[in-house]
């Protein structure tokens, strides 16, 4: 008997596809904006939580270090980021 997926597999796998080749690559920020650079911390947790939910359920090729690689550049871009905010609401007072 042939293993039929459930129609909602293809759905994901479809939007997954739609999302890599819609995905814009270069990203363009006012560095010296708090706003811009909160939705852009916010963006990068999100992509961690992702990043998680897809290593756990397997839905991306790499090997767990290179994951974790990945987690930790986003940590740490995340915490200049905050950085990057707080210097900027400081001298903005």
Do not use: G
């Not at 916010?42 to 961690?48: H, Y």
């Not at 290593?55 to 200049?80: F, G, P, Q, T």
């Amino acid at each position: 008997m042939e293993n039929v997926l459930p129609e909602y597999i293809y759905d994901i796998q479809h939007i997954l596809s739609i999302i890599k080749y819609n995905t814009k690559l270069d990203i363009k920020i006012n560095h010296n904006d708090p706003v811009q650079l909160q939705e852009l911390y916010e963006f990068l947790d999100d992509l961690l939580n992702m990043l998680e939910f897809m290593s756990a359920y397997k839905l991306i090729n790499l090997e767990e270090n290179e994951i974790r690689e990945v987690k930790d550049k986003i940590r740490k871009d995340m915490e200049l980021i905050s950085e990057s905010i707080d210097k900027l609401m400081y001298e903005s007072d």
